[in-house]
């Protein structure tokens, strides 16, 4: 069982800069790739960044890519999103989840926990 609670969320105007973080609790965080997804208002959830088990292969989102980085913290059991450059189409809630393996990094339904989500809002 892994417990997930993101934080660091909020309103930033357009450009600005958020940090979201992950704690997971359990003592196999390093067993589990990490991903964020996030979710607009009236639209699907969908993948945003994905970190394998080591830290050693990131993934993103096409329209993220060069804006976000995804890191992990293994012997903190943390992972996080660094957000620069943020947009009006970054808001959402974003989601933190984990699944077992390094594969499948893009698909939903292969993880297996998900956390609460934070609210992102940026203003243009």
């Known amino acids: 069982q892994v417990q997930l609670v993101e934080s660091g969320g909020g309103l930033v105007q357009a450009g600005g800069s958020l940090r979201l973080s992950c704690a997971a609790s359990g003592r196999t965080f390093s067993s589990y790739a990490m991903g964020w997804f996030r979710q607009a208002p009236g639209k699907e959830r969908e993948f945003v960044s994905a970190?394998?088990?080591?830290?050693?292969?990131?993934y993103y989102l096409s329209s993220v890519k060069g804006r976000f980085t995804i890191s992990r913290d293994n012997a903190k059991n943390t992972v996080s999103l660094q957000m620069n450059s943020l947009k009006p189409e970054d808001t959402a809630v974003y989601y933190c989840a984990a699944k077992l393996g390094n594969s499948y990094y893009t698909a939903m339904l292969r993880y297996n926990y998900w956390g609460q989500g934070t609210q992102v809002t940026v203003s243009s």
């Open positions: 970190i394998s088990t080591s830290g050693g292969s990131t």
